[in-house]
């Protein structure tokens, strides 16, 4: 099995450069290579690649600016593997990535996996708490995860496997995003392919981001959950509403406050004094743990309102996506 590792990237050779030192550190003993493509960057990392071009099977390109999936797409079309793994230029791979990967592919084989996500000691107190809301089991990563079983789930594209067989059955990527993930997999399962989730091939993601940028993300997800479920209806699910659902009833709780009734403030008192001492304890850093209280209230205030949002516009406006919400997609 020859890896063929797709990074797309964009205007970040900073990213780039902590990508490709840790690849350099892997254990896995066999070839692989590297396609790098630069997606209509103005600043780009052609000079990181070129210092890592003896110790690496480095391939740059540079193409128009068309998105990420599409940026993916390309990569796979002119890799050399039979077996892609799909990562983000924010990413920091641990050294035994690739032998996880390989292990867990010649053990049981799929034509696309998943791994998880997890930060590293010298991750910004910010990036810790947004890590900690986007993969625990008491937030929004906890409903997905709880949504989805080992073998029937839908991998992210910060760290994805694809076979070429299954890459040029479906295409690949469409041109959505945030969305063209779960819009993959379902494609996937549609034509009998299996997904699965590798529990220990996991990567450090560096998300570099900050309150805003990160309101923007979640805010985008939530818009794009109802196109997807528009087109995969036997796909939706009654968590995808969670969020707002937890919105909803927050401003519920503060009216009641009116007429003299406070249980309800009490409970989401509660969950968020739980999330700041979960998110402490698991960073052993009290300032995570409040950073995490308002990590996942931005987490929910922006998915929740980005999903009734593109819910009752679909719904109602009667027009294709593409027209209603074109932010979401790019142009190939």
């Known amino acids: 099995m020859f ?4 990074v797309p990237v964009y205007n970040r050779p900073d990213e780039v450069e902590e990508l490709l030192a840790s690849l350099a550190a ?3 003993s066999d070839p692989y290579e590297i396609v790098i493509i630069e997606d209509g960057s103005s600043v780009t990392c052609q000079s990181v690649v070129e210092k890592y071009a003896e110790k690496l099977s480095i391939s740059y390109y540079f193409k128009p600016n068309s998105g990420p999936g599409d940026s993916r797409n390309f990569g796979m079309s002119n890799a050399k593997g039979d077996y892609f793994i799909i990562l983000d230029s924010d990413c920091i791979i641990p050294p035994g990535y690739l032998q996880s990967v390989d292990e867990n592919l010649t053990k049981n084989y799929v034509d696309c996996f998943g ?7 010298s991750f910004s107190d910010i990036q810790k708490a947004i890590n900690f809301v986007m993969t625990s089991f008491i937030t929004t990563g906890g409903i997905r995860g709880k949504s989805e079983t080992l073998t029937k789930f839908q991998p992210r594209s910060f760290n994805m496997g694809l076979s070429r067989k299954a890459f040029e059955s479906t295409g690949g990527f469409g041109n959505i995003h945030p969305g063209e993930d779960p819009d993959l997999s379902i494609r996937l399962w549609k034509q009998g392919y299996s997904t699965r989730l590798f529990t220990n091939s996991f990567v450090y993601h560096k998300r570099r981001i900050d309150w805003q940028k990160f309101y923007k993300q979640v805010n985008k997800f939530g818009k794009a959950r109802p196109i997807l479920d528009a087109w995969h209806p036997e796909y939706k699910k009654i968590t995808f509403w969670f969020p707002s659902l937890f919105l909803c009833g927050a401003i ?3 009216a009641l406050l009116l007429f003299g009734i406070n249980i309800p403030v009490y409970l989401y008192l509660l969950y968020f004094i739980l999330i700041g001492v979960l998110s402490s304890i698991q960073n ?3 300032k995570v743990g409040f950073y995490s209280i308002i990590s996942v209230c931005i987490q929910f205030y922006g998915y929740g309102t980005g999903y009734l949002k593109s819910f009752f ?6 027009k294709e996506p593409q027209s209603v919400f074109p932010e979401l997609f790019f142009k190939k």
Do not use: C, E, H, W
């Open 252 to 254: 519920l709780s503060l």
């Open 284 to 286: 052993q850093n009290v």
């Open 115 to 121: 791994g998880p996500d997890a930060a590293l000691d």
């Open 26 to 28: 892997q254990t896995y």
């Open 3 to 6: 890896f063929s590792l797709i």
């Open 313 to 318: 516009k679909l719904r109602f406006s009667k």
